[in-house]
């Protein structure tokens, strides 16, 4: 099954070969309108013709003035229509299948030829530093979960909690456990299937997969409506679903925490207009807060595990 946004940049090719055609050939008709005319005031001066030669002129420099308007015009085609043929194996594309494909069809369109976004040290050192509002923004969230979790008890749900609580059901604990692991197994699996998302090979895991990320739910989000832009952040929220663990809680949070990501996306991009560098901001923001909640799952977990130990 070809990608929707693959098929998306491929027509954009034709047309542009197709603009860049018929761009060429009103400039031939225009050179070929000037030539006769310039032939006519030629004749008109030597009185083998009839007619003003000065208003022959004045509709000569008229054709000039739209074939060099056209020939920009054709120009800017042609050169689009040669970067989308020569990067188009670069072009990033959102998945098309399982889970993941169905979440991203109703997401706004991304930019015309967007690459897959690979920043230099240097643009990325150019893009705000969201290391305090990375930490500020955990804060918020671990908030929000633990207020979720002392007034609504029952989104503290998770795909592992049920499967669990099911299998203990009928079968002692530990087995209960163990096909509860083999259950996440091939839960993620099936989420997962068909759910590739283009991405950057270089830079540090957590960097490259909240640029992944950001491409994925945010870009292009300048050019699309409220209800657009609310659906890429409960989408956001959704994706995670497939980590298995997570209860309906945390699901809402990362969607909360979604919108401000969009926001600074959107921040950024209102003060450098450019797409790029508002990814790459959000992605340093999203990238940050990853970096203080894997600290904080880390620390949760080892005091967990001293708890356990010291009773």
């Known amino acids: 099954m070809r990608n929707p946004l693959d098929m998306q940049y491929a027509l954009r090719i034709e047309q542009l070969r197709d603009q860049r055609s018929e761009l060429y050939e009103q400039v031939r008709r225009l050179r070929d309108q000037s030539f006769q005319l310039r032939e006519l005031a030629f004749d008109q001066l030597r009185g083998r013709a009839e007619g003003d030669p000065d208003q022959t002129y004045i509709q000569i420099d008229e054709i000039d003035k ?143 997969a909240a640029l992944r990320e950001e491409q994925w739910f945010r870009s292009g989000a300048e050019s699309w409506n409220s209800w657009q832009r609310v659906y890429s952040c409960v989408a956001f929220g959704l994706m995670h679903v497939g980590n298995f663990i997570y209860p309906l809680a945390s699901l809402i949070v990362v969607g909360l925490v979604g919108g401000v990501y969009m926001a600074a996306y959107l921040r950024e991009y209102r003060r450098t207009g450019s797409y790029e560098r508002a990814t790459i901001a959000a992605a340093k923001l999203h990238a940050a807060y990853n970096r203080f909640a894997l600290v904080y799952m880390v620390v949760a977990v080892s005091l967990m595990i001293i708890g356990s130990i010291t009773m």
């Open 66 to 208: 739209e074939i060099d308007r056209l020939d920009r015009e054709e120009r800017q085609v042609h050169d689009e229509f040669w970067k989308g043929v020569k990067n188009s194996h670069k072009f990033f594309l959102r998945p098309t299948g399982g889970f993941f494909g169905l979440l991203s069809r109703p997401l706004g369109d991304v930019p015309q030829f967007m690459p897959i976004l690979d920043p230099t040290e240097e643009e990325l050192a150019a893009a705000p530093s969201y290391r305090r509002a990375g930490f500020m923004l955990l804060l918020a969230a671990v908030g929000c979960l633990l207020g979720m979790a002392v007034t609504t008890p029952w989104l503290l749900i998770s795909p592992a909690t049920l499967a669990f609580n099911a299998y203990a059901s009928i079968m002692p604990d530990v087995f209960a456990i163990i096909w509860t692991v083999i259950t996440g197994y091939w839960f993620m699996r099936l989420i997962g299937r068909g759910g590739e998302v283009s991405g950057s090979s270089h830079g540090k895991f957590l960097d490259r």
